[in-house]
């Protein structure tokens, strides 16, 4: 994740909140040992798909995510969102950009391409700034918001939250 700039001073996130969800109509497979990925662009100048990334100002405040950064009302803190694919090509862990062994589901589907449909990764990260002017990404501009993973879950546990949570429809919430 870059880090965010108000002019050239970095801006540290109060917090982060991080879903693993379905978003296929199938069950999901624990991600295999080893799976890396990048969802978002760091070389991009334009808006992004806002199913990738987008910016907000929280669920509670009336401001639409936008692919600007908002300025946000008083008390509302600039939060930014990024989704990871949730479809795998189911063999390769890593491709050489990083992206092209995994797609994003299309109306709850994975792509023939792409068949294996895992959990899928949200991120949205909270700053204790209103946004506007003057505020950027280290990686360039306000557009190019990304973030990588690489999975380090221990297995048994991911594949007893996959079966017992994910496909079993369950919200289990945090620690569980």
Known sequence: MPALLQGTTPVAPTGATIYY?????????????????????????TAQSARVTYWNCGPLVD??????????????DLRLHVRFP??????SL?????????????????PATHPVAVPAIALIFR????????????????????ADFF??????VLTSLVD???????????GT
């Open 21 to 45: 969800r379905r978003s296929t109509t199938k069950a999901v497979k624990p991600f295999p040992a080893g799976l890396k990925m990048i969802a978002g662009s760091s070389m991009a100048t």
């Open 63 to 76: 401001v639409a995510g936008s692919s600007a950064i908002p300025t946000c009302p008083q008390g509302a």
């Open 86 to 91: 949730s479809c795998w090509d189911g063999k």
């Open 94 to 110: 890593d491709s050489s950009d990083h992206k092209s062994h995994m797609a994003y589901a299309m109306r709850g589907r994975c």
């Open 127 to 146: 700053y204790p700034i209103a946004g506007g002017t003057g505020v950027s990404l280290s990686s360039g501009g306000q557009h190019s918001a990304h």
């Open 151 to 156: 999975n380090a879950w221990n297995q048994p």
């Open 164 to 174: 017992d949570c994910l496909n079993a429809l369950r919200h289990c919430g945090r």
